[in-house]
């Protein structure tokens, strides 16, 4: 019993690792409804892990191919978490700069709007 929950916590720890690599290629890729969807199945897969490791008890080969899968796996997640953090700036960017639009667009709407009309009638400027 000990040696086949041994072998499921190595194999949970490698297919989580499978895991990450592909939600880290997604960030990369700028693929972000994907990344999120593979989300929920990694964390199921973390959940069952942690379980499952409760269990095991593991012989010094065993903690040495954990502790390097933990390893990778927590370097890709902080890769994905930096992705993560450039992708929220850039859309606060993107979400200030559509604020502003839409107070200028309030503001001087009107004055704009006699602006653009002018100049269909009377054509741009000269210089």
């Known amino acids: ?8 916590v190595l194999d949970g720890y ?17 693929e972000w409804d994907a990344l999120i969807e593979r989300q929920s199945g990694y964390l199921q897969l973390a ?26 796996i927590l370097a ?12 929220r700036n850039e859309l606060g960017q993107l979400m200030d700069s559509s604020r502003r639009q839409r107070d200028l667009h309030r503001s001087y709407g009107k004055q704009a709007a006699s602006v653009v009309d002018a100049s269909d009638k009377f054509g741009p400027g000269t210089s």
């Open 47 to 72: 959940d069952h892990l942690r379980q499952l490791d409760k269990e095991a008890v593991l012989d010094e080969d065993g903690r040495e191919c954990k502790a390097a899968l933990l390893e990778a």
């Open 14 to 30: 490698a297919r989580l690792r499978q895991q990450v690599a592909i939600m880290l290629e997604l960030a990369r890729a700028g």
């Open 76 to 87: 890709d997640d902080l890769e994905i978490r930096e992705k993560l953090m450039a992708r």
């Open 1 to 8: 019993m000990a040696m086949s929950t041994t072998r499921a």
